[in-house]
């Protein structure tokens, strides 16, 4: 568990979907007053919406729920060839997103975004980063928006994310080519938390990391496959009994999983 704090997402905007909403590629920029909007900077704007554009993610683009704008960070490029990058101070392997081609670009995207750093964090994906959480999703997903640096290369000049007080978020404990993978996993995690999105909103309240701990097993049909049957607790109708057998199901597998959770679990319970 992290120390984070618990904010509920605000609604921004009444849903209402009739049948004649048409598809993504229809539709030019429908967005409900005030709909959570995500700014992206990334040298791969075609990487977007990428996995997001599908299933409830997609459906609530499309619906306006909420928003994402893109912001090509070669158009920030120098010179005929549009560079962004230069050979890293002191030598070393590759290359090193330039400070003055990254801030143009984070100051457009300031434009339209809440300056509050807690209705609008600034955030650059990098491996060095407080890793990514269920508590820092309900926290992106409570404010009105986030913007997104992806990083490439080696990464980026660290006077920007100084200057301008970048926080960095971690995918976790490796090296991806890039940031956009990162990206779409933060906002998959966050949007998914919007109000309206989700069918059943209680479905988040169960899952693994809403309550400190991982989500008991999930069974369905057919009640026997691989002469392995569903527990008969599942099946009585018994939702006392249901809501016991599944606690304790979370307590184990936590506690087998991951050590880390239990501890801070068993610490909150004090
Ligand atoms: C090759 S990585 C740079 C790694 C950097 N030289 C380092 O060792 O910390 C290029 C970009 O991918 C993104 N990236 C790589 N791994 C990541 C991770 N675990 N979480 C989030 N972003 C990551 C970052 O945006 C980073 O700038």
């Known amino acids: 568990m992290t120390d984070e704090t618990d904010p509920k997402p605000k609604s921004h905007g009444r849903l209402k979907i009739s049948a004649s909403v048409k598809p993504r590629d229809l539709m030019a920029d429908v967005r409900v007053a005030g709909a959570w909007q995500a700014k992206i900077i990334t040298l791969f704007p075609e990487a977007f919406p990428g996995t997001l554009g599908l299933s409830l993610t997609g459906k609530a683009l499309d619906f306006g729920l909420w928003a994402l704008e893109t912001i090509d960070l070669r158009r920030f490029g120098l010179g005929k060839h549009r560079n962004v990058d230069d050979t890293p101070a002191g030598g070393g392997a590759g290359m090193v997103l330039r400070a003055d081609v990254v801030g143009p670009a984070l100051e457009e995207a300031m434009v339209g975004a809440s300056p509050d750093r807690t209705e609008w964090p600034v955030v650059y994906l990098s491996p060095r980063g407080r890793p990514l959480d269920q508590a820092m999703a309900r926290r992106f997903a409570a404010g009105q928006g986030i913007t997104l640096l992806c990083g490439r290369f080696e990464g980026v000049d660290e006077r920007v994310l100084f200057h301008y007080g970048i926080e960095e978020v971690s995918l976790g404990d490796f090296v991806l080519t890039g940031g956009e993978i990162a990206a779409q996993a933060l906002l998959d995690a966050t949007v998914r938390l919007l109000p309206n999105v989700l069918g059943n909103q209680a479905s988040t309240e169960e899952e693994s990391f809403s309550n400190g701990l991982l989500e008991h097993p ?6 026997e496959w691989n002469g392995m049957a569903i527990p008969d607790v599942l099946q009585s109708g018994h ?6 057998w599944r606690q304790a199901q979370s307590e184990a597998l936590t506690k087998a999983r991951r050590p880390d959770l239990w501890q801070a679990w068993q610490d909150k319970k004090r």
């Open 218 to 223: 999930q069974f369905t049909k057919p009640a």
């Open 239 to 244: 939702h006392g009994q249901i809501a016991k």
